[in-house]
Nanobody, 123 residues
Framework: QVQMLESGGGSVQAGGSLRLSCKSSGHIMNSRAMAWFPQAPGSEREGVAFIAMIGDHAYEDFVKGRSTISKDRAKNTLYLQMSSLQPEDTAMYYC?????????????????WGQGTQVTVSS
């Protein structure tokens, strides 16, 4: 069974930076698309950063230019580097592995999920 464990969340002030990590069991990121889906209180989970098996990536407009998704295949770890954080970035951040290897922004095409890591940004 695939397991994914996020870390790196925390509390920062507006303008600060964080790097989230997601370590997966096995080598799933060698064969699947991966993504980060934050969920703010009272809101639905929405993807913000996506990376395909071969490395092409996409970002939701709100984080574009402020965030970078990457992965280390040897460490089976997915990253999300976030900078210029704003209070609106406050959310539980989940990493996800897709059903397939191609780049996809659709939540229903992600099959495996971690437990989340909390990011809180104060003004």
């Amino acid at each position: 069974q695939v397991q994914m464990l996020e870390s790196g969340g925390g509390s920062v002030q507006a303008g600060g930076s964080l790097r989230l990590s997601c370590k997966s069991s096995g080598h799933i990121m060698n064969s699947r698309a991966m993504a980060w889906f934050p969920q703010a209180p009272g809101s639905e989970r929405e993807g913000v950063a996506f990376i395909a098996m071969i490395g092409d990536h996409a970002y939701e407009d709100f984080v574009k230019g402020r965030s970078t998704i990457s992965k280390d295949r040897a460490k089976n770890t997915l990253y999300l580097q976030m900078s210029s954080l704003q209070p609106e970035d406050t959310a539980m951040y989940y990493c996800a592995a897709g059903l397939d290897y191609g780049l996809t922004l659709r939540e229903n095409e992600y099959a495996y999920w971690g437990q989340g890591t909390q990011v809180t940004v104060s003004s």
